[in-house]
């Protein structure tokens, strides 16, 4: 072999250490995807299952592109939309798109990028498009040949998410799905394994240790090894409940709050003496009852930084919105968030009645038992109790409370109309 590789003129040589088919595992490659005309496809899902740094990202990245290419080993024919859905839409661009493993990293014919068009195009005309799992309404229209979803055990609502993505595989004549993740054994995870059409690689970190960092092996793996979160995370196995356990993934997950909101009431001037900015956040739980997590008002701060409160508190409680008051000053409001993110989902609403009406369908769902805080929240709670029909008792304008008003009418009396109460 030696000799034949010397035989060989350089840029063949050159070429063979970069080509996909030469460098990868087998648990990088998919079956076989040219099926003879007519043929029933042998799959429609293919799951790389595996630990962190076993190669995901890559195997994933060059599937993608070998599609949009028409690489004969991966398809019968170039697929001409590929959707890329990743947890948020930062994690689509900063691993699957530009990270080290990511599309734009790979050797050959590379795909022009469009950030603000979320969009990468190939030469050929052949468009992957990303998508945030955050936002599975934004699936819903588009169509795709392929699809890739990557670390989907970790998306907050995968199930929503992942049922769009299978809608829009409707293009040519074998459209499919590849899920690169991590394992936990979530219900849609174990769905998908179980399904006849899915067909399971596995890889463990291990595996790709050339490629990773000497101190990473010898502290993580070192460390983990062996144990219930390494052999999850490291060996990429699907770890079930123990029999005896107190406590249950299933009854865990039917527990958890759904949906977390984030809801701004942005001053409208940013002088000196000016109105708070309002920051509220509450989630809705599966019972129905929402809980209101956080007030992080702040009072004298310019744009940039309630703005930065707010995304700081919407990533620490791993919300799933922004929900933004737009009547005054609000559109600035959204443009500064999206300044700092531009990946943030921002829902504006606007107020079409006056600031007692708004909160008296909310007073109601506090009179049903309906609302809970987590905690003590002292401030608001003050501006609450001060609020009437004339607004509060010393004139100043209740931030706080509109906030909360947004945020809970957003959860629980529809994610953009206001409440409306019927009057006998």
Same mark, same amino acid.
């Not at 700081?312 to 791993?318: F, G, N, P, T, V």
């Given at each position: 072999?030696?000799?034949? &590789? #010397?035989?060989?003129?350089?840029? =063949?040589?050159?070429?063979?250490?970069?080509?996909?088919?030469?460098?990868?595992?087998?648990?990088?490659?998919?079956?076989?995807?040219?099926?003879?005309?007519?043929?029933?496809?042998?799959?429609?899902?293919?799951?790389?299952?595996?630990?962190?740094?076993?190669?995901?990202?890559?195997?994933?990245?060059?599937?993608?592109? #070998?599609?949009?290419? *028409?690489?004969?080993?991966?398809?019968?024919?170039?697929?001409?939309?590929?959707?890329?859905?990743?947890?948020?839409?930062?994690?689509?661009?900063?691993?699957?798109?530009?990270?080290?493993?990511?599309?734009?990293?790979?050797?050959?014919?590379?795909?022009?990028?469009?950030?603000?068009?979320?969009?990468? @195009?190939?030469?050929? *005309?052949?468009? +992957?498009?990303?998508?945030?799992?955050?936002?599975?309404?934004? =699936?819903? *229209?588009?169509?795709? *040949?392929? +699809?890739?979803?990557? @670390?989907?055990?970790?998306?907050?609502?995968?199930?929503?998410? $992942?049922?769009?993505?299978?809608?829009? =595989?409707?293009?040519?004549?074998?459209? !499919?799905? =590849?899920?690169?993740?991590?394992?936990?054994?979530?219900? &849609?995870?174990? %769905?998908?394994?179980? /399904?006849?059409?899915?067909?399971?690689? !596995?890889?463990?970190?291990?595996?790709?240790?050339?490629?990773?960092?000497?101190?990473?092996?010898?502290?993580?793996?070192?460390? $983990?090894?062996?144990?219930?979160?390494?052999?999850?995370?490291?060996?990429?196995?699907?770890?079930e409940d123990r029999p005896d356990a107190l406590w249950t993934r299933a009854g865990i997950?039917?527990?958890?709050?759904?949906?977390?909101?984030?809801?701004?009431?942005?001053? #409208?001037?940013?002088?000196?003496?000016?109105?708070?900015?309002?920051?509220?956040?509450?989630?809705?739980?599966? /019972?129905?009852?929402?809980?209101?997590?956080?007030?992080a008002t702040l009072r004298g701060a310019k744009p940039q930084g309630w703005a930065a409160?707010?995304?700081?508190?919407? %990533?620490?409680?791993?919300?799933?919105?922004?929900?933004?008051?737009?009547?005054?000053?609000?559109?600035?409001?959204?443009?500064?968030?999206?300044?700092?993110?531009?990946?943030?989902?921002?829902?504006?609403?606007?107020?079409?009645?006056?600031? $007692? &009406?708004?909160? @008296?369908?909310?007073?109601?769902? $506090?009179?049903?038992?309906r609302v809970r805080h987590a905690g003590a929240l002292p401030a608001l709670e003050d501006?609450?109790?001060?609020?009437?029909?004339?607004?509060?008792?010393?004139?100043?304008?209740?931030?706080?409370? /509109?906030?909360?008003?947004?945020? &809970?009418?957003?959860?629980?009396?529809?994610?953009? #109309?206001?409440?409306?109460?019927? %009057?006998?």
């Amino acid at each position: 072999m030696p000799a034949f &590789l #010397a035989s060989l003129p350089p840029p =063949l040589i050159q070429a063979l250490g970069t080509d996909w088919l030469h460098l990868a595992r087998g648990d990088q490659l998919p079956p076989c995807a040219t099926e003879t005309a007519g043929a029933i496809p042998p799959w429609t899902t293919w799951a790389v299952i595996g630990g962190r740094g076993s190669g995901k990202t890559r195997t994933g990245a060059e599937w993608v592109r #070998a599609l949009a290419l *028409g690489d004969p080993a991966f398809t019968a024919e170039p697929v001409g939309r590929i959707a890329l859905v990743g947890e948020t839409f930062a994690d689509v661009r900063d691993v699957m798109i530009e990270g080290s493993s990511g599309l734009l990293s790979l050797a050959g014919p590379r795909a022009r990028w469009s950030p603000s068009r979320r969009r990468l @195009e190939w030469d050929n *005309g052949a468009v +992957a498009m990303a998508f945030s799992a955050e936002e599975p309404d934004s =699936l819903r *229209g588009p169509q795709f *040949g392929a +699809a890739w979803s990557d @670390e989907l055990a970790k998306w907050r609502s995968p199930d929503a998410a $992942y049922d769009m993505i299978q809608f829009g =595989l409707r293009l040519g004549r074998h459209p !499919r799905g =590849l899920v690169t993740t991590t394992s936990r054994p979530i219900p &849609l995870i174990r %769905r998908l394994l179980a /399904d006849s059409l899915t067909v399971v690689s !596995r890889s463990r970190t291990a595996d790709n240790a050339a490629n990773l960092a000497p101190a990473f092996l010898e502290a993580v793996v070192g460390r $983990y090894a062996g144990t219930r979160l390494g052999r999850q995370e490291l060996e990429g196995e699907l770890i079930e409940d123990r029999p005896d356990a107190l406590w249950t993934r299933a009854g865990i997950e039917a527990g958890r709050v759904a949906r977390i909101v984030v809801a701004v009431d942005p001053p #409208a001037s940013s002088r000196a003496g000016a109105d708070a900015c309002g920051i509220v956040a509450a989630g809705l739980a599966p /019972d129905g009852c929402a809980y209101v997590l956080a007030d992080a008002t702040l009072r004298g701060a310019k744009p940039q930084g309630w703005a930065a409160a707010a995304l700081a508190l919407y %990533r620490r409680l791993e919300a799933d919105a922004l929900v933004v008051e737009v009547n005054q000053g609000g559109e600035m409001a959204s443009a500064v968030l999206h300044e700092i993110d531009p990946a943030v989902p921002v829902t504006p609403v606007r107020a079409m009645r006056g600031k $007692y &009406l708004r909160a @008296e369908s909310v007073a109601v769902l $506090y009179a049903q038992g309906r609302v809970r805080h987590a905690g003590a929240l002292p401030a608001l709670e003050d501006e609450m109790c001060d609020f009437g029909s004339d607004g509060l008792s010393g004139g100043a304008s209740p931030d706080r409370v /509109d906030a909360l008003v947004w945020a &809970l009418t957003h959860l629980m009396l529809g994610p953009r #109309a206001e409440p409306r109460i019927r %009057r006998l």
